[in-house]
Every structure is written in C-alpha cells, then in structure tokens.
C-alpha cells in the first residue's frame, strides 16, 4: 500500500464547508457551518469569502445565510442530463421563434464561458450549428455573455477581475444597464451585421438560463428589439413546461 496523500487543509476545508452548506438544504448561517466544520468563525469567514468570490458560494439580498453558488451549480449542470433543460423551455422558443421569425439560442453558463444547448433558425433558414452540437463562446461581448455578467452571482466579479483587459471601458455601464432594463441588447457588437437580444430564464429566483435572438441588423433595429424583448419575457412566463 502506497503512503497516505497529503492533504492541503485549506482546500479539505472548503470542501468540507461546501458538503455542509449542501446537507443543510442549500444554505446555512456562517454560525451553523463554523459549528459543523469545527473551524473558527474567523477562518470559515474567510474561506467562505474566498468561495464567494470565486461563485462557488453566494448570499441571497435580505439573507444572512451563505447558499451553494452558480458555478457550483453549473458544474452539477454539466455533468448532468441537459435535455430536461431542452425540453422544459423548447414550447418557449418554438413560440418565440414563430413570433419573431428570427434566430432562437438557448444558452447557459459553463464556468466563465456560455454553453448554447438549443438553437432554433429562423424561417426558411438553415441551421446555424449540428444538432446536439454544444456551442461554447465567451462571456464577453455578446447579449448572452451580458446577461450572465448582470444577473448571476459572483461570475460578473469573478469573470471582469481576470478578463479586465480584454474588455471595453463600457462593459460596467452596460452591464448596470441590463439590471436596470431586465435584457441585453447587441447592436453589432459580437458579429458584424448582427443585432440580437437576450433575456434571463429564472428557476425558482436565480437565473439558471438566457434566452437570445438574431438576425440581420436591417431587420432588428434597436426599437423592435426592445418590444420582442417584452414579447419573449412574457412567452417564456406563459410557455415554460415544468416537468418533461
């Protein structure tokens, strides 16, 4: 038998604090898990601090306690089964796509990047990508990516700290935007030619989703885009299956 490995107590820690969070139901007070783990309060703040910031661990507005985190989750996500996702929201994007006769994604986030689970083409067009492909693409630029930066705990923090560089000195005012107005608008940004605008699809408050569309930038000005954004929110509210 070979020796023992050697554990990184930091790291046993966090994962120990994370399990904790987990088996109390997906949220747990800083109190209860210092309690739990063993660890003083002093060292669980910081740890959970650090998961935080990371998008491993997230506090809710009007809530002291921690909760397991979107990326945690999107890891989850990823290893799991993504057709049930597909299938709650397609009658959604069907709707969508009939009504707007425009190109339909259905996107999530993967890590720092978005992952496109469904694309339906526009009329008479084909299809953008192979079915069952997984499209990846970055968070920054597209309405997608910006939805993802506005409403998800923790990836905005985390994805503009290590990506600061390769952003535009706008990307906090537009972002403050998209929270203010509920949807993200693409004006050429992310491809030549194209305008798109993309929503959040939200389970149970915390958004799990974007839904997005494009088109030709001549036949998605600025003005249509807004009233297809207030058409698709109010498709997705009436058309989401909830069991598959």
């Not at 930091?10 to 120990?16: C, D, N, P, V």
């Not at 720092?112 to 499209?135: K, V």
């Not at 389970?203 to 807004?226: N, W």
Request: aromatic letters at 4%; charged letters at 20%; hydrophobic letters at 40%.
């Amino acid at each position: 038998m070979g020796a023992p490995p050697k554990l990184i107590q930091s790291i046993e820690r966090s994962a120990a604090i994370l399990e904790i969070i987990a088996q109390e139901g997906g949220g747990a007070r800083l109190q209860q898990i210092a309690a739990i783990a063993g660890i003083g309060k002093t060292t669980t703040h910081n740890i959970l601090q650090t998961l935080a910031h990371l998008g491993y661990v997230q506090r809710r507005p009007g809530d002291v306690r921690y909760h397991l985190g979107g990326r945690i989750l999107n890891l989850a996500r990823i290893a799991g089964d993504d057709n049930t996702l597909r299938c709650r929201l397609r009658p959604a994007l069907d709707s969508i796509a009939r009504k707007s006769k425009a190109t339909v994604w259905l996107a999530v986030p993967s890590g720092d990047e978005a992952t496109y689970l469904d694309i339906l083409p526009a009329p008479g067009q084909p299809h953008p990508a192979p079915s069952g492909m997984r499209q990846r693409e970055k968070l920054e630029g597209s309405a997608v990516g910006l939805v993802f930066l506005a409403f998800v705990p923790g990836l905005g923090k985390r994805v503009l700290s290590h990506h600061f560089l390769q952003m535009d000195d706008t990307i906090h005012a537009r972002i403050e935007d998209v929270r203010a107005k509920g949807y993200a608008l693409d004006l050429e940004t992310y491809r030549h030619g194209m305008h798109g605008v993309a929503i959040p699809w939200r389970d149970k408050g915390e958004v799990k989703a974007s839904i997005c569309l494009t088109g030709a930038a001549e036949h998605l000005p600025p003005s249509r885009l807004i009233r297809l954004a207030w058409m698709m929110m109010q498709e997705v509210e009436k058309k989401t299956v909830q069991q598959c």
